[in-house]
């Protein structure tokens, strides 16, 4: 089992920055691969970035890619979600996700999830 406690969120005008944090215990965050989705109001909940805990590697969404970065600290079990250039269309309740397959990116194939942080982009 792994348990995962965002934080974070808040409210910023666009063009501002923000960092998510997402903390994971009950098994060791090397051998588990970490991901952030968001879901606006209305929509679906959709890929934003994914973490293979194991080395570096990397993917991004597209709509992210260059102004979001995902990366992580094994001394406190954290993985963070630096946003910068926020838009308002960035606006939605981001959710931190772990699986034991690295590069998923639907939300149906991620077995844990947080309880997502609020995450407000003003124009």
């Known amino acids: 089992q792994v348990q995962l406690v965002e934080s974070g969120g808040g409210l910023v005008q666009a063009g501002g920055s923000l960092r998510l944090s997402c903390e994971a215990s009950g098994r060791t965050l090397s051998d588990i691969a970490m991901a952030w989705f968001r879901q606006a109001p209305g929509k679906e909940r959709e890929f934003v970035a994914c973490?293979?805990?194991?080395?570096?590697?990397?993917y991004y969404a597209d709509s992210v890619t260059g102004r979001f970065t995902i990366f992580k600290d094994y001394t406190k079990n954290k993985v963070y979600l630096q946003m910068n250039s926020l838009k308002p269309e960035d606006t939605a309740v981001y959710y931190c996700?772990?699986?034991?397959?690295?590069?998923?990116?639907?939300?149906?194939?991620?077995?844990?999830w947080g309880q997502g942080t609020q995450v407000t982009v003003s124009s």
């Open positions: 996700a772990a699986d034991s397959t690295f590069g998923l990116r639907v939300a149906g194939e991620y077995d844990y």
């Open positions: 973490i293979r805990l194991s080395g570096y590697t990397t």
